[in-house]
């Protein structure tokens, strides 16, 4: 089966400041990559996906990257906000739907 | 539904016993996931329905797991015989059948005593 590795496992940022959060597939067919937010308590809510057919792809201040040959996918948050703090999960998923997720990055951005 | 509805949002029991979670999936929504989350950890895949069959039950850790989905909406995780290491949140996920956003429940937390 697939296995998703998701680095790192915390990461606190400035007000601000940027963060990246990286992941790693090990299954070339996976062909879509979401990414969830959690925050402490509640269900994982998507915020940004990306199909195996693009590159990147951006959304204000969230943007994914995909490299296929590498087989890694990133997501950045520019100008990060007290509010974007919460666990960040990566998945990937293929054709008949089966999805894995990562292991989560705990992110604090400190005011 | 206008969501994925989950119960209990809670259930506490005790080593041994038989428990039921239940999903109600998104109107319409043919594929259906069943997760397991434990504490500072990323959703553990635990089986996924496609309509009303178990398309990947692979997840499944042991024969004390089963799921159903009768009528390819309503799934219900059963548990038999309990242990302290199944408790977790069990989250259901639905989604519309080609790989894209899973919408998720609240949850069960499950706590076994």
């Known amino acids: 089966g697939e296995n998703v590795e998701q680095h790192p496992s915390t990461l606190s940022v400035q007000e601000g400041d940027s963060a990246v959060i990286k992941c790693t597939y090990s299954?070339?067919?996976?062909?879509?990559f979401p990414w969830y937010k959690q925050e402490l308590g509640k269900r994982p809510q998507l915020i940004i996906d990306?199909?195996?057919?693009?590159g990147e792809k951006k959304d204000q201040r969230i943007a994914v990257t995909l490299n296929k040959t590498a087989k890694h996918f990133s997501l950045h948050i520019t100008e990060t906000q007290p509010e974007d703090s919460a666990v960040y999960f990566c998945?990937?998923?293929?054709?008949?739907?089966?999805?894995?997720f990562g292991t989560g990055t705990s992110l604090t951005v400190i005011p | 539904g206008a969501g994925v509805s989950q119960t209990p949002s809670n259930k506490v029991t005790e080593k041994g016993k038989y428990v039921e979670l239940r999903c109600d999936p998104i109107?319409?929504?043919?594929?259906l996931y069943w997760y397991r989350q434990s504490l500072g950890q990323g959703p553990e895949f635990l089986i996924y329905?496609?309509?009303?069959?178990?398309?990947?039950d692979s997840g499944l850790p042991n024969d004390r797991f089963f799921a159903v989905r009768p009528e390819g909406s309503v799934s219900t995780l059963k548990i038999q015989r309990t242990e302290r290491g199944d408790s977790a949140v069990y989250l259901c996920?639905?989604?519309?059948?080609?790989?894209?956003?899973?919408?998720f429940g609240e949850g069960s937390r499950l706590t076994v005593l």
């Open positions: 998945a990937a998923a293929k054709r008949g739907n089966q999805f894995y």
């Open positions: 299954d070339s067919a996976s062909n879509y």
């Open positions: 109107s319409g929504h043919t594929a």
């Open positions: 996920a639905s989604s519309s059948g080609q790989p894209g956003e899973l919408f």
């Open positions: 329905f496609q309509g009303t069959g178990a398309a990947d």
């Open positions: 990306i199909r195996s057919n693009v």
